[in-house]
């Protein structure tokens, strides 16, 4: 396996071990108290290799990695390696885009959060279709001191678990909340978040006992943190799942917590917040369809505008005399306020999300004693800052390319020159960064399967984006 890196690399040996519920996600078959005996002399659900045994081993079990299980790539290096391990451990693209994004939300609070939205398209190679899940952050029906959007993120990942997913729903969960809950190190990438950002944090107590050191200084690249009121939420969507946060008793305390806070949501807001699954925004290309995420995410048509103009210049990309399209004109106050990863499994599968909390960091204010950031309601500002695209050949059924972008204003146009360098400039995926402002906020992350997937899965490879602090996990050869 190969771990491509932008900015440092990340210690695997510091993930906790996850911490289901006794007895969840395992299937019970004779011999297990040795299976799990053995799982554990070779490190657990976290070992990638060693100790030998069969490679095609059930699923939700640990066993060693042969040949391509799939790949990720994240802005966050904590949440690839969580998604990584799920692959290794059987997940489909979905059940590891359900961890990616969960640990998202705990190790990149600035970007990701349970009290913010987002988007996912979704290519599942069994069922030979492509959809989109659209969780957006919807407005409260009262007016608050806080204008606080409802959350709808864990509502809407568990939409698409409920569809496409192979493990346990507490499976996918268990890494987030052990991150949350036993502590982990600040990243580079939420390091230079908080020294951009932190300042925002600063009127609300509980997140600057949190997020910020002494003298509410943001707290610095590897420092330990935990965050157990966070944790306690997880626990509680892993174990009653999202229904009862938006239905039941959960629902009403978060309510009343958000309320505390200033943001007028309600019991019923949090009820009538429900994902919706749409059909995405397509083209075509060559021989295959590009889908894009719709409306409300503005950012997918214009992702798809600037595209039809990169690949109109086909032999000036094919040249190298080609640039990156200029950047929307929006709100620059959005940029670091949202995030996009990918993940393909080993059966061709692929999923492509983003996350937003509208803001960094959110509203800057959390619902009091739970750990959750509260965010604004999605509007075409904020949701024109992500942008994700699939690439998919619906005759024979194969994935050739998933993209993801967002953290500012263009990420529609970083992530279409990125595409464009790659499907129409043919560059490798080193080069794909070329044209690509430095300066710029938007990072975008890729996966490429030249040859197609699953049939030639051996072509795929993937990365982070080089000006962040990301990382890509992907078998080698």
């Given at each position: 396996m190969i771990l491509a890196k932008a900015g440092h690399p990340e210690r695997q040996s510091g993930a906790p071990h996850p911490i289901p519920r006794p007895g969840a996600g395992v299937r019970r078959r004779p011999g297990r108290r040795r299976a799990v005996t053995f799982a554990l002399l070779c490190g657990g659900i976290w070992a990638l290799a060693g100790c030998g045994g069969k490679s095609n081993e059930p699923i939700g079990t640990a066993a060693p990695v042969a040949g391509y299980f799939g790949s990720v790539a994240a802005d966050e290096p904590r949440a690839t390696l969580a998604g990584r391990d799920v692959l290794a451990n059987n997940g489909s693209a979905v059940d590891a885009a359900v961890a990616t994004a969960f640990t998202l939300a705990v190790t990149l609070p600035s970007r990701a959060?349970?009290?913010?939205?987002?988007?996912?398209?979704?290519?599942?190679?069994?069922?030979?279709?492509?959809?989109a899940i659209l969780f957006p952050a919807t407005a409260a029906t009262l007016d608050g001191r806080l204008p606080a959007g409802v959350p709808t993120m864990a509502r809407g990942l568990y939409a698409m678990h409920a569809r496409y997913g192979r493990l346990r729903w507490e499976q996918a969960l268990a890494a987030a909340e052990g991150f949350a809950r036993f502590g982990h190190p600040v990243s580079r990438a939420l390091a230079r978040d908080l020294a951009n950002d932190?300042?925002?944090?600063?009127?609300?107590?509980?997140?600057?006992?949190?997020?910020?050191?002494?003298?509410?200084?943001?707290?610095?690249?590897?420092?330990?943190?935990?965050?157990?009121?966070?944790?306690a939420a997880l626990t509680r969507i892993r174990t009653a799942g999202p229904g009862d946060f938006h239905v039941g008793q959960s629902a009403r305390e978060f309510a009343a917590a958000a309320r505390a806070a200033g943001a007028a949501i309600t019991a019923e807001d949090m009820r009538a917040a429900i994902p919706a699954w749409a059909a995405p925004a397509e083209m075509g290309f060559a021989q295959e369809r590009l889908y894009l995420l719709p409306d409300p995410f503005s950012g997918g048509a214009a992702t798809?505008?600037?595209?039809?103009?990169?690949?109109?210049?086909?032999?000036?990309?094919?040249?190298?005399?080609?640039?990156?399209?200029?950047?929307?004109?929006?709100?620059?106050?959005l940029d670091r306020a949202s995030t996009g990863f990918v993940v393909t499994d080993r059966e061709g599968s692929a999923v492509a999300c983003v996350l937003t909390m509208?803001?960094?960091?959110?509203?800057?204010?959390?619902?009091?004693?739970?750990?959750?950031?509260?965010?604004?309601?999605?509007?075409?500002?904020?949701?024109?800052?992500?942008?994700?695209?699939?690439?998919?050949?619906?005759?024979?059924n194969e994935f050739f390319l998933a993209v993801a972008g967002g953290g500012g204003v263009d990420a529609p146009a970083a992530t279409a020159a990125v595409m464009a360098a790659t499907l129409v400039g043919q560059q490798t995926l080193d080069r794909a960064y070329a044209g690509l402002d430095a300066g710029q906020p938007a990072r975008v992350n890729i996966v490429s399967c030249p040859a197609g997937a699953p049939r030639k899965s051996e072509t795929c490879a993937t990365r982070t984006d080089p000006r962040g602090h990301g990382l890509a996990a992907y078998p080698g050869q």
């Open positions: 959060g349970l009290g913010g939205g987002g988007a996912c398209l979704v290519h599942d190679q069994r069922a030979k279709k492509t959809e932190g300042e925002r944090l600063a009127g609300d107590p509980e997140l600057s006992a949190i997020l910020l050191g002494p003298g509410r200084a943001p707290l610095a690249e590897g420092t330990s943190l935990s965050q157990v009121a966070l944790a798809a505008g600037l595209w039809r103009r990169l690949a109109e210049g086909r032999d000036r990309w094919r040249s190298g005399a080609a640039a990156a399209p200029a950047p929307l004109a929006v709100a620059s106050g509208g803001q960094p960091f959110g509203l800057g204010r959390s619902a009091r004693g739970t750990g959750i950031l509260l965010a604004p309601p999605a509007d075409a500002a904020n949701t024109g800052t992500v942008s994700a695209a699939l690439l998919v050949n619906t005759n024979v």
